[in-house]
């Protein structure tokens, strides 16, 4: 159960219509943030570096923020996604509703294992950091906008079925570019 006042110890806090509710468990914040996702779109920020081992999920309806607090040393905190989640296929999966990443770091190990999937809804990307040993972000169908971030992958960083490239980074005319680095 969440509360009002941050203890140490929380590894989350969600906003939901101008009121911050903190959590000790971060699975339980991102499913606070989906049920009050529908009505008002949720922000969840890490508190914490959190080890996870299931999917999160971004469905019809729901409209959900993720970021980071800084840590001690400036920089963001990380979900690190447990090796020996061996049924885990996609760190964050939207199929429907809007999912938001603007800070945090998102860690997946694994050679089928992607930072963001999206395959329906809207995914957009502004900040934060995704390393994936298969994709950083793969997109089936649907729209995803990367606007800033760091997404780093030894398998693809980034796998777009729906749309272009440059739609994706939204670059039109003039001189487009995407940065890789080898």
């Not at 999920?57 to 980071?68: A, D, E, F, K």
């Not at 040393?73 to 939207?94: C, H, K, Q, R, W």
């Not at 971030?149 to 670059?171: D, F, V």
Request: one cysteine or more; hydrophobic letters at 30%; charged letters at 15%.
């Amino acid at each position: 159960e969440g509360h009002a006042a941050q203890q140490e110890g929380d590894e989350a806090r969600v906003t939901i219509g101008g009121v911050t509710t903190y959590y000790t468990e971060f699975a339980e914040a991102w499913k606070k943030a989906q049920e009050g996702a529908a009505e008002n779109p949720a922000t969840v920020t890490l508190l914490k570096d959190v080890t996870l081992t299931e999917t999160l999920t971004v469905t019809s309806g729901q409209n959900i923020t993720l970021t980071s607090a800084k840590n001690s040393d400036g920089n963001d905190f990380t979900m690190n996604y447990a090796e020996e989640s061996t049924s885990l296929y996609t760190a964050i999966e939207v199929n429907g509703g809007t999912f938001k990443l603007t800070g945090g770091a998102i860690r997946v190990p694994g050679d089928r294992m992607h930072g963001v999937y999206v395959y329906g809804g809207t995914a957009i990307i502004s900040g934060g950091t995704i390393t994936a040993d298969s994709r950083g972000v793969s997109v089936s169908s649907g729209t995803t906008t990367i606007t800033g971030g760091t997404i780093k992958s030894t398998g693809g960083a980034i796998y777009n079925e729906s749309g272009t490239l440059l739609e994706m980074l939204g670059q039109t005319g003039g001189s487009p570019c995407a940065y890789w680095q080898g």
